[in-house]
């Protein structure tokens, strides 16, 4: 059976401390929720006298979340401690977290006390939370620069108060894992009451090892990470919690396991980057836009043979639909055929190295290759386009149904059709399905402004189903209506299979 390591998120105490990044009430309530959804274990909710605010916060967060804890910070100091029980009121499992310094830089230069006197605070925080909760969790602030056999006294004098939990903050991201990991050895080995609690890492990033820290503690008898989603937090950030979540999912020799639902990851990474105001870097484990993306030619040909080549974990495993082939001037022939096959282009292998030489041409001129490009490049170079647009005409406007007619050169023949429709665009594409007499179904429409100005070209893209089968068209034109048209016509000049029935179609209406 695999040890469970419980996840202690901290993105509405120690990520909200971020500069610009602070959050309404409603805000951090629907924050919560999903932080319930996603499975972690305990959420601090935040620091309650610290502001009205966020008393008002942790009330509410309590009236919203029924499993997580719901955990409020305080100093060591009797009205912090009474005000965080208050806020606590309507929670279905509560917990204050107290605690002060343990290094002598805390001691002497914050406090201006001794280690004695601390150590008094400390027992007597402990014991005033019990007056309001059964849990509490005491920080050991500073941990990170203490002295071992201080800290060792500390955490057993706190236990033997009642403290259920004991956090081991590396407050000032100053540890080496490896050190890290032998201080929480170190306790598990010196605080005879270790077992009556729950040894809690916190570390912060300051020079990068956050995580490594936090999974060096979990690996010498740590049992809880506090983390942060993004590793959002003062100065450099904290853990970062997808990263210490799928790396015990992906290390099954640590033999442990959270109850973390992976799938939900990307989702709750976006929302709080788009709540709080603060952009997830391209490269950021797991959740950056770049985290499953191949530029390199060598790369992305053994991704698409075998996807475990440059992936340990899938992109659906975070919530991410697929993985990104990124076409650059370094990207092979693989990653080009890929793309164009997304888009509808089947090319022989003769075809394919033609084009590819027109690519890289197109590649060193762009810094990457969108769709669109594609589609412009391969404008004219198949054979099977057979459909070419006549004439388009649109009447439309209060009271009037919208009406257009359509015009398509098929083969050199010309057919004309008219339909009704919701819009001028679904009335001209009604009309060009009653010429082909096939069975389409849109997908996607999306439609972008090229420039600024009154005489902006617009740029349609779409995407079309044909037999289960997905085309993608791209069409640029002032008219917006036009430029409708004109990628519904590309994306349908795509269906190869659909060249025979057309073909058919036309001998019937020629017989009759």
Not at 156 to 172: H, R, S
């Amino acid at each position: 059976m695999s040890d469970k390591i419980y996840i202690f998120d901290t993105t509405l105490r120690d990520g909200e401390q971020v500069p610009g990044c602070q959050l309404n009430t409603t805000e951090k309530v629907e924050i919560a929720k999903q932080l319930e959804m996603l499975g972690v274990d305990v959420i601090e909710a935040g620091f309650p006298i610290s502001s009205p605010g966020d008393f008002k916060s942790v009330i509410e967060i309590s009236k919203a979340v029924n499993d997580p804890i719901i955990c409020a910070l305080s100093r060591a100091v009797e009205k912090d401690i009474q005000v965080a029980g208050e806020s606590l009121a309507f929670a279905k499992r509560g917990r204050i977290h107290t605690g002060i310094g343990a290094s002598d830089y805390h001691i002497k230069h914050k406090f201006n006390s001794t280690r004695e006197q601390v150590l008094e605070r400390a027992v007597a925080a402990v014991k005033y939370a019990k007056k309001y909760v059964e849990d509490v969790e005491f920080y050991a602030e500073d941990a990170g620069r203490a002295d071992n056999v201080f800290l060792a006294q500390m955490i057993q004098a706190v236990i033997a108060a009642g403290a259920t939990v004991v956090n081991i903050p590396d407050t000032t991201g100053y540890c080496l894992p490896e050190d890290y990991g032998n201080k929480i050895r170190f306790l598990k080995e010196n605080v005879s009451n270790i077992d009556n609690a729950i040894i809690s890492v916190h570390c912060h990033n300051d020079l990068g090892m956050a995580t490594a820290n936090s999974i060096a503690g979990i690996q010498n008898g740590a049992r809880q990470i506090e983390a942060t989603i993004n590793g959002i937090g003062e100065r450099a950030g904290n853990t970062s919690l997808e990263e210490v979540a799928m790396i015990i999912q992906t290390h099954k020799s640590l033999n442990m396991h959270t109850n973390i639902d992976s799938k939900k990851i990307t989702m709750l990474s976006l929302l709080v980057s788009k709540m709080m105001r603060m952009p997830v870097q391209p490269n950021k484990a797991i959740v950056g836009r770049n985290a499953f993306a191949h530029s390199s030619g060598i790369h992305q040909d053994g991704v698409l043979k075998h996807r475990d080549s440059y992936e340990i974990i899938s992109p659906q495993s975070v919530g991410v639909p697929d993985n990104s082939i990124i076409l650059t001037a370094r990207s092979g022939k693989a990653a080009l055929n890929f793309h164009l096959k997304k888009l509808g282009y089947e090319l022989s292998k003769d075809e394919l190295q033609k084009t590819y030489a027109d690519f890289l041409k197109l590649a060193d001129q762009k810094k990457d290759i969108a769709d669109e490009d594609l589609i412009v490049l391969m404008e004219g170079k198949l054979s099977d386009t057979t459909i070419e647009i006549n004439h388009v005409q649109v009447v439309c406007g209060k009271p009037l149904e919208p009406l257009a007619t359509v015009e398509l050169s098929i083969n050199g023949k010309s057919f004309r059709e008219s339909a009704t429709g919701n819009g001028p665009v679904n009335a001209s594409l009604r009309a060009i399905d009653r010429i082909l007499g096939e069975k389409i179904v849109l997908e996607e429409y999306l439609v972008q402004a090229m420039a600024r100005g009154s005489r902006d070209e617009g740029k349609v893209h779409m995407t079309i189903d044909y037999s289960g089968k997905r085309f993608h068209g791209f069409g640029v034109d002032e008219d917006i209506v036009m430029a409708s048209v004109k990628a519904y016509v590309s994306a349908v000049n795509k269906i190869s299979t659909l060249k025979i029935k057309r073909e058919n179609s036309v001998a019937k209406s020629m017989a009759s």
